[in-house]
């Protein structure tokens, strides 16, 4: 059974930074790809953040330069580095898992989803 459980999220004022984690098991599948996508309230949600099997990385334009996602193979666990946060970052923050190898910006094209972490940034 597979089971992607995040943490990390929280309340922080504008420019703060926030680490989310994303601790994976029950994956056999080695051409994981893992990302992030975030839901904000009567939105539907969005990509953010996502890295290969060979660690390539792509973000959404609306938090490049400022989010980094990474990826820690030994405890299957991928991260989410948040800087510079915005009110409009704020939202419920997912971690996904696509075992196909393929790096998709649809939410519709991921395997398996977590429960979700709340980010708030408050202005």
């Known amino acids: 059974q597979v089971q992607l459980v995040e943490s990390g999220g929280g309340l922080v004022q504008a420019g703060d930074s926030l680490r989310l984690s994303c601790a994976a098991s029950?994956?056999?599948?080695?051409?994981?790809?893992m990302a992030w996508f975030r839901q904000a309230p009567g939105r539907e949600r969005e990509f953010v953040a996502a890295?290969?099997?060979?660690?390539?990385?792509y973000y959404a334009d609306s938090v490049k330069g400022r989010f980094t996602i990474s990826r820690d193979n030994a405890k299957d666990t991928v991260y989410l580095q948040m800087n510079s946060l915005q009110p409009e970052d704020t939202a419920v923050y997912y971690c996904?898992?696509?075992?196909?190898?393929?790096?998709?910006?649809?939410?519709?094209?991921?395997?398996?989803w977590g429960q979700g972490t709340q980010v708030t940034v408050s202005s």
């Open positions: 890295i290969s099997i060979f660690d390539s990385t």
């Open positions: 996904a898992v696509q075992r196909r190898g393929l790096v998709l910006r649809a939410a519709r094209g991921y395997d398996y």
């Open positions: 029950g994956l056999t599948s080695s051409n994981r790809v």
